[in-house]
């Protein structure tokens, strides 16, 4: 059975999908026959063939969206003072040029929003952004390398000016959803990158400040895992700290630092040994009572596992027959923790529960472990500078780290908030960027009508808006003020360098 990739960034998970029965044999040995696999997305051909597309866990297909009857919190800034600032301000003709050049990109990144959520692409089908995107940065003055990585709309672009400085890193996404386009809001994305690289640029310029700005087109967030794919290829390495941000529901002007959690999922297959029921049952290997006692230890391990951890999933099979012992049976499985050190110790849990109905029936287990998608660091200092910015220049409301953002992420996350410290059901690949470098990956609010969250048609018409631009070039702004002080100020890019380091120890794992 071809499994059917509907993905994305603020899935529930309410639909787990149909895997895609795998050929390969890469399968690592656990005893009795039985294996395990972690697929790792070492090629361009796996990946288009739908390796790191097995983990469908992004951000929302299957979302059912809500009001919280209880109303959202209530909206305050913490306190982000400028006098607050550990260091001050960026200078006045810094501030003017960064911002002068985003009023004159205003336009112009506007058109490219709405080409991009005018022409819709799916994961690793983003043909017509990479071309548009490509184009403009080269015509901005950047280094393209477009088709990067060896994926075929994965693209980078650079500008360095003098020797020795320091590289900012930005992301840009371009996917959209199967059904209702840019649901969540990628076209948005696509030009905050885009500003923020350009603006940066161009102060660098301006002021003579040694630095390299790169900027990443990064294909298939909504469930391709593009950017897991382009850390295994390197992407990342030049890069000190890694910038992006992306759009949601909520209170207007408003924005959030919020963490969330890992996930995986997890692929299973029984196969035993058919036979007749009736004739001869003692022949037979009951693959079903092997999923059916997976499900069922699984069910019984809930009990001992942490209020902020979920195990769910489903049996799955066809051409059974109640007079036939059924020879084979899959279950899909999703594991999540609040960060990858619990999620990895709970997924062998899991996979320990699989062993064992494997054992008791006398079935053969094969289970495919997806990339995981880790849990999102946000760098504390990046955070503060960029609330800083965003409270003082453009009035911006900054919820606390953990906080939701919005009434609709409120519904859909946080009716459990007081036992869930982060978001449980956001997931971002930018998670698994955030424990390989520094990096700031802000939510910000697009005026919505009700009920029209992220993964909504709704949301796809929100994202359109005059109003959801302007809400992008707000958080443009910040951002690029937080990235230009990455490259100019040692002693900044110092604290943010100790704030990772110091999250590495409180993370529980490198």
Same mark, same amino acid.
């Given at each position: 059975?071809?499994?059917?990739? /509907?993905?994305?960034?603020?899935?529930?998970?309410?639909?787990?999908?149909?895997?895609?029965?795998?050929?390969?044999?890469?399968?690592?040995?656990?005893?009795?026959?039985?294996?395990?696999?972690?697929?790792?997305?070492?090629?361009?051909?796996?990946? @288009?063939?739908? @390796?790191?597309?097995?983990?469908?866990?992004? #951000? %929302?297909?299957?979302?059912?969206?809500?009001?919280?009857?209880?109303?959202?919190?209530?909206?305050?800034?913490?306190?982000?003072?400028?006098?607050?600032?550990?260091?001050?301000?960026?200078?006045?003709?810094?501030?003017?040029?960064?911002?002068?050049?985003?009023?004159?990109?205003?336009?112009?990144? +506007?058109?490219?929003?709405?080409?991009?959520?005018?022409?819709?692409?799916?994961?690793?089908?983003?043909?017509?952004?990479?071309?548009?995107?490509?184009?403009?940065?080269?015509?901005?003055?950047?280094?393209?390398?477009?088709?990067? $990585?060896?994926?075929?709309? $994965?693209?980078?672009?650079?500008?360095?000016?003098?020797?020795?400085?320091?590289?900012?890193?930005?992301?840009?996404?371009?996917?959209?959803?199967?059904?209702?386009?840019?649901?969540? %809001?990628?076209?948005?994305? $696509?030009? #905050?990158?885009? !500003?923020?690289?350009?603006?940066?640029?161009?102060?660098?310029?301006?002021?003579?400040?040694? !630095?390299?700005?790169?900027?990443?087109?990064?294909?298939?967030?909504?469930?391709? !895992?593009?950017?897991?794919?382009?850390?295994?290829?390197?992407?990342? +390495?030049?890069?000190?700290? #890694?910038?992006?941000?992306?759009?949601?529901?909520?209170?207007?002007?408003?924005? *959030?630092?919020?963490?969330?959690?890992?996930?995986?999922?997890?692929?299973?297959?029984?196969?035993?040994?058919?036979?007749? &029921?009736? $004739?001869?049952?003692?022949?037979?290997?009951?693959?079903?009572?092997?999923?059916?006692?997976?499900?069922?230890?699984?069910?019984?391990?809930?009990?001992?596992?942490?209020?902020?951890?979920?195990?769910?999933?489903?049996?799955?099979?066809?051409?059974?027959? &109640?007079?036939?012992?059924?020879?084979?049976?899959?279950? =899909?499985?999703?594991?999540?923790?609040?960060?990858?050190?619990?999620?990895?110790?709970?997924?062998?849990?899991? @996979?320990?529960?699989?062993? %064992?109905?494997?054992? *008791?029936?006398? #079935?053969?287990?094969?289970?495919?472990?997806?990339?995981?998608?880790?849990?999102?660091?946000?760098?504390?200092?990046?955070?503060?500078?960029?609330?800083?910015?965003?409270?003082?220049?453009?009035?911006?409301?900054?919820?606390?780290? !953990?906080?939701?953002?919005?009434?609709?992420? @409120?519904?859909?996350?946080?009716?459990?908030? /007081?036992?869930?410290?982060?978001?449980?059901?956001?997931?971002?690949?930018?998670?698994?960027?955030?424990?390989?470098?520094? *990096?700031?990956?802000?939510?910000?609010?697009?005026?919505?009508?009700?009920?029209?969250?992220?993964?909504?048609?709704?949301?796809?018409?929100?994202?359109?808006?005059?109003?959801?631009?302007?809400?992008?070039?707000?958080? =443009?702004?910040?951002?690029?003020?937080?990235?230009?002080?990455?490259?100019?100020?040692?002693?900044?890019?110092?604290?943010?360098?100790?704030?990772?380091?110091?999250?590495?120890?409180? +993370?529980?794992?490198?």
């Amino acid at each position: 059975m071809e499994f059917n990739d /509907q993905p994305g960034c603020f899935s529930t998970l309410g639909k787990l999908l149909h895997r895609r029965r795998s050929s390969r044999t890469d399968w690592k040995s656990v005893g009795g026959g039985n294996t395990v696999v972690y697929h790792e997305p070492a090629g361009v051909r796996n990946v @288009v063939e739908g @390796v790191v597309k097995h983990n469908h866990i992004s #951000c %929302g297909a299957g979302a059912e969206w809500i009001l919280d009857p209880e109303g959202p919190p209530s909206y305050t800034s913490p306190d982000y003072l400028v006098s607050d600032a550990k260091y001050p301000l960026l200078d006045a003709d810094i501030v003017k040029t960064i911002e002068t050049t985003l009023d004159r990109l205003d336009t112009p990144l +506007r058109d490219l929003s709405l080409k991009i959520h005018s022409y819709p692409e799916l994961a690793f089908e983003e043909k017509y952004a990479h071309k548009i995107m490509t184009d403009f940065m080269e015509e901005h003055g950047f280094k393209v390398t477009r088709h990067y $990585a060896g994926l075929r709309t $994965a693209w980078h672009a650079e500008f360095t000016v003098g020797k020795g400085g320091r590289v900012l890193g930005v992301n840009s996404e371009m996917d959209a959803l199967p059904g209702i386009g840019h649901a969540c %809001g990628h076209n948005l994305i $696509a030009i #905050c990158g885009l !500003g923020i690289a350009i603006a940066v640029k161009t102060a660098l310029v301006a002021h003579s400040v040694a !630095g390299k700005v790169i900027i990443l087109g990064t294909p298939a967030e909504e469930g391709g !895992g593009g950017k897991i794919v382009l850390l295994k290829k390197d992407a990342y +390495r030049e890069m000190d700290v #890694c910038l992006m941000a992306h759009p949601a529901a909520g209170a207007l002007n408003s924005s *959030s630092n919020g963490i969330t959690g890992a996930a995986q999922s997890m692929f299973i297959e029984f196969t035993g040994r058919t036979a007749h &029921a009736a $004739a001869a049952p003692w022949e037979g290997k009951n693959a079903l009572d092997a999923a059916v006692v997976a499900y069922s230890a699984i069910s019984a391990l809930r009990q001992q596992i942490k209020p902020d951890h979920r195990i769910h999933g489903v049996v799955e099979g066809s051409n059974w027959t &109640a007079n036939t012992i059924p020879d084979n049976a899959r279950l =899909t499985y999703i594991v999540r923790a609040p960060n990858k050190a619990e999620l990895t110790e709970l997924a062998e849990r899991v @996979v320990g529960c699989f062993q %064992g109905a494997a054992a *008791s029936s006398g #079935c053969k287990v094969k289970v495919e472990l997806a990339p995981a998608y880790l849990d999102l660091r946000q760098n504390s200092a990046l955070a503060r500078e960029f609330s800083i910015n965003a409270i003082s220049r453009y009035n911006m409301t900054i919820n606390e780290i !953990g906080s939701a953002a919005s009434t609709d992420f @409120v519904s859909m996350s946080l009716h459990f908030s /007081q036992v869930h410290p982060f978001n449980i059901i956001l997931l971002f690949t930018q998670g698994n960027v955030s424990y390989e470098i520094p *990096s700031l990956h802000p939510l910000y609010a697009i005026p919505t009508s009700p009920n029209g969250g992220n993964h909504t048609a709704a949301f796809t018409r929100s994202a359109h808006t005059r109003e959801a631009h302007a809400a992008t070039m707000n958080v =443009t702004r910040g951002l690029a003020l937080t990235g230009f002080r990455v490259l100019f100020d040692t002693s900044f890019f110092k604290e943010v360098k100790g704030a990772f380091e110091l999250d590495k120890t409180v +993370r529980g794992a490198t």
